[in-house]
Nanobody
């Protein structure tokens, strides 16, 4: 059974950093595009970033460019989201998701069919 588990969320002050992890079990990430999404209370889910199956291509939402960095370690079957210079508007539940695709690009607009349960990120002083 395909399973994704997020971790690393928490409470951080504005300007701080967090690193989220997305660990996969039941399948290997090698041929999967992984995306990070977030949903704040009362708002629609937003695509944050994605990474191609081999890690050579990344795509970021304008709101996080220059602050967030996505990476993957296929040997550990884990994907990461390094979040720096966090702002209160980054507060949300963050989800990782996977879609089987071995192309060299990615988009958070694609159909992702495996989702984790999310991890809460709260940016507040």
């Amino acid at each position: 059974q395909l399973q994704l588990v997020e971790s690393g969320g928490g409470l951080v002050q504005p300007g701080g950093s967090l690193r989220l992890s997305c660990a996969a079990s039941g399948f290997t990430l090698d041929n999967y595009v992984i995306g990070w999404f977030r949903q704040a209370p009362g708002k629609e889910r937003e695509g944050v970033s994605c990474i191609s199956s081999r890690g050579s291509y990344r795509n970021y939402a304008d709101s996080v460019k220059g602050r967030f960095t996505m990476s993957r370690d296929n040997a550990k079957n884990t994907v990461y989201l390094q979040m720096n210079s966090l702002k209160p508007e980054d507060t949300a539940v963050y989800y990782c998701a996977a879609t089987r695709d071995s192309s060299s690009v990615c988009s958070t607009r694609w159909n992702y069919n495996s989702w984790g349960r999310g991890t809460q990120v709260t940016v507040s002083s």
